[in-house]
């Protein structure tokens, strides 16, 4: 009987030592709760926009948030393919300057890595860095309303400010015409195919790619056979 009450009276005891403990391990010391990075979110440029730049670089600029205040840390990944490669690891800012090129397209996406090396990775965005000569390439047709004649004719981009045809006045002569984006006008210099030559100058129109100017055909003695005005119209769709 002695040694019944003995274990009857120890196990209050036990009993108690294990919820003190318990309090000891959870009460005071509660488990550490970690945050990862939220999903990055497009800031800048706008996904699928095109861009109008003045030098050779694009900033991209994300927002993505972090609980636990982890010091920023993302994997920028940058290029002209629709799966980009890496481009700069442990990046220590929201924002990335990237060199680009004048009409290209360029893709990216951000991975974010919290202190515990917990990734969030957001989407693919797109960008494409606005080219001036680009709306003067392609199909026209071009008016000679003076001589109400028209025939069709497709210029290609030589360099970033020159323009080439091989048609010009409907003749298969190779033309160049040079671009001028800051006054929005064009100029074809004198210009020698076999015995003919010509000239010709305009204004440009950068939102629809139309083209007006005056030309002269000069005659091989050096006179003029034929001035006029041509105006370039591009084709729809092309």
């Not at 440029?45 to 010091?71: K, R």
């Not at 047709?141 to 091989?166: C, G, H, Q, R, W």
Request: one cysteine or more.
């Amino acid at each position: 009987m002695k040694r019944k009450s003995i274990i009857t009276a120890i196990l209050p005891v036990l009993a108690f030592l294990f919820a003190l403990q318990g309090c000891t391990k959870y009460g005071s010391n509660p488990p550490v709760e970690h945050f990862a990075f939220t999903a990055p979110a497009v800031v800048a440029p706008a996904n699928a926009s095109t861009v109008h730049v003045t030098g050779t670089t694009v900033d991209l600029t994300w927002a993505s948030t972090n609980e636990s205040g982890d010091p920023v840390k993302a994997d920028v990944y940058f290029g002209t393919s629709e799966t980009p490669e890496l481009y700069a690891a442990g990046h220590n800012a929201l924002s990335l300057s990237v060199p680009v090129e004048l009409g290209v397209t360029y893709f990216w996406h951000v991975t974010m890595i919290d202190a515990n090396g917990i990734t969030t990775r957001g989407e693919t965005w797109s960008f494409t860095v606005f080219e001036p000569i680009g709306i003067f390439t392609g199909d026209f047709v071009a008016d000679e309303p003076a001589e109400d004649y028209s025939y069709d004719i497709s210029f290609s981009k030589f360099n970033a400010t020159t323009l080439v045809t091989d048609n010009y006045w409907n003749s298969g002569w190779i033309a160049y015409f040079t671009m001028d984006f800051t006054q929005n006008t064009y100029n074809m210099p004198l210009t020698t195919w076999g015995s003919y030559s010509g000239e010709e100058s305009g204004t440009i129109d950068p939102e629809t790619g139309t083209m007006v100017g005056n030309y002269t055909i000069y005659h091989p003695a050096g006179t003029a056979i034929e001035t006029g005005v041509h105006t370039y119209t591009k084709v729809t769709g092309k």
